[in-house]
């Protein structure tokens, strides 16, 4: 399991998806929430290995300004990402797509899964590579630092 690895604040560069229905969308629109940034595939296999417990993670959080956004870097369409949330059962995190798979190079990702921690200022807080137990007590340690600093 990857360890959370975390260090002074960064500027996350603007970053620009897509919604499950082909609208745009960004990382500033989340300005003012953590974010746990999750870039995945179907193709994947960690990845489906993951996804449950950051959907765990976003469930815990549910009522908190927490935004678990699972950024699907398949080139295949909304179909197929709807199709393999179904499978592993799914269904709290937020989903959006990047079909073009824009965000790993942007953020130099060299490989999926890979999570990226977003404070509420919209700054990188921290980011592992690999798996990690999202819901486990280190994560939401992680979240909860995260929530507890201001917004602005």
């Avoid at 998806?17 to 994947?44: H, I, P, R, Y």
Wanted: proline share 8%.
């Amino acid at each position: 399991e990857a360890p959370i690895q975390t260090g002074e604040a960064k500027p996350m560069p603007p970053l620009a998806f897509q919604s499950m229905d082909g609208s745009e969308a960004s990382l500033d629109d989340f300005k003012g929430k953590v974010v746990v940034l999750n870039l995945w595939a179907t193709w994947c296999a960690p990845c489906r290995e993951e996804m449950p417990s950051l959907d765990r993670l976003q469930a815990k959080f549910a009522d908190r300004d927490v935004v678990v956004l699972a950024l699907s870097v398949d080139r295949a369409g909304p179909d197929r990402v709807r199709q393999f949330l179904t499978e592993i059962g799914v269904s709290a995190v937020h989903v959006y797509r990047d079909p073009k798979a824009a965000a790993t190079r942007t953020l130099k990702v060299p490989g999926l899964p890979a999570t990226i921690l977003v404070d509420r200022q919209g700054r990188e807080a921290g980011r592992v590579l690999g798996i990690a137990a999202w819901d486990g007590p280190a994560a939401v340690a992680a979240v909860e630092q995260l929530l507890a600093e201001p917004a602005g």
